[in-house]
């Protein structure tokens, strides 16, 4: 099938958010295992990480390992998770697919994807519900009581899931192959310097955080390629060329400058929050505005990203990462989302 043909076929998949791309898979299969497993291993381990010299060697090979197979695994479960109208559900999809990676790297124990991924999605559901209501709401028991009983459902699955991981950990006969985050965790706390509550919290704060952001921004990326396919040729040719066959290396993470600006770009156009909130801790002045203390504050992200600090603000283009951001931005506009 020619490249042109495919492009168009995963563009028609990707709108609306119910997508049929099982007659897509064979021919996509290797470009899309490819460029979703290294999406996600680079949001896994550099996302987070202030320079990308301090990763380790083995974790980003198992990492990319855990990613590859993890997508792979889904892709051919595809037939699966497809409707008697021939649709597959995209956002599942990547929901399963990062919880499955989260597990793999940190927590590595048995477990139910789609009763998390379920479980995950209520929380989020409920924390937004409660996120703008007044105090007064939080005074009548009765008014929030059901909200703080479905919020225990995935507390309660988190603490199962540590349970299996004690049990593996007493059972195993080389400890060495159970060392990961969250035995790191359980070892802490043996030693008194965690408690029960702060393990629970860790990991699933670990686990909620992959099937949430990380895969609503996946698919944003997956249809900005779609949608500019002479942007997915540049990722490949790049991929390609600083990669190729080898396994990937630390040093090769600085010289993915194409990847580097799609993600940076993708995040800017389509930012998976468009609002955060903050509460005003003390009385003050924000551009002649006076705010009082105990103020909600309402930061409109989306807009920010729009400013005349990038070269076609309204534009998805590589072009507004091609060269540093105006210091304007990262010192004037980044600091009040902190």
């Known amino acids: 099938m020619k490249q042109v043909q495919v492009e168009e076929r995963i563009l028609k998949m990707l709108i609306p958010v119910h997508h049929n791309i099982i007659d897509i898979v064979p021919e996509c299969m290797s470009e899309t295992t490819v460029m979703l497993s290294l999406l996600l291993c680079l949001f896994m381990l550099v996302w987070n990480c202030k320079a990308k010299a301090s990763i380790p060697g083995p974790t980003l090979q198992k990492a990319v390992t855990a ?3 993890s997508t792979t ?3 051919n479960k595809l037939p699966e998770m497809t409707n008697h109208y021939g649709q597959v559900d995209v956002l599942m999809l990547l ?9 793999r790297l940190f927590l590595n124990v048995p477990m139910d994807e789609k009763e998390v991924v379920s479980k995950i999605q209520q929380y989020f559901d409920i924390w937004q519900a409660l996120l703008l209501k007044p105090d007064i709401f939080f005074m009548l028991k009765w008014m929030y ?4 009983a479905a919020a225990q459902e995935l507390p309660k699955a988190i603490d199962k899931l540590i349970e299996k991981k004690r049990k593996a950990l007493l059972e195993a006969e080389k400890l060495e192959d159970y060392i990961d985050f969250t035995s790191e965790l359980i070892f802490a706390q043996s030693h008194g310097e965690l408690s029960a509550d702060n393990v629970k919290q860790c990991v699933l704060e670990m686990l909620i955080a992959a099937p949430d ?4 921004t996946l698919l944003y990326m997956l249809m900005l390629i779609a949608q500019h396919p002479e942007v997915e040729r540049k990722l490949l040719e790049e991929i390609d060329t600083v990669i190729g066959e080898k396994e990937i290396q630390n040093r090769d993470l600085q010289n993915l400058k194409v990847l580097e600006s799609f993600i940076n770009e993708s995040l800017r156009f389509h930012p998976v929050v468009e609002f955060s909130m903050r509460r005003a801790i003390e009385d003050d002045v924000i551009e002649g505005y006076t705010v009082r203390k105990g103020t909600n504050i309402i930061l409109n992200m989306g807009w920010m990203h729009t400013m005349e600090f990038f070269l076609k603000p309204h534009e998805f283009s590589l072009d ?4 540093t951001v105006s210091n304007n931005f990262t010192e004037q506009i980044l600091p009040r989302l902190l």
Request: proline content about 0%; charged content about 15%.
């Open 95 to 103: 929901r399963l697919i990062t919880v499955n990676v989260s597990n």
């Open 320 to 323: 507004n990462f091609h060269r």
């Open 145 to 148: 009581q059901i909200h703080e």
């Open 67 to 69: 990613c590859t197979d």
């Open 213 to 216: 952001t990380m895969s609503v």
């Open 73 to 75: 695994l889904h892709l």
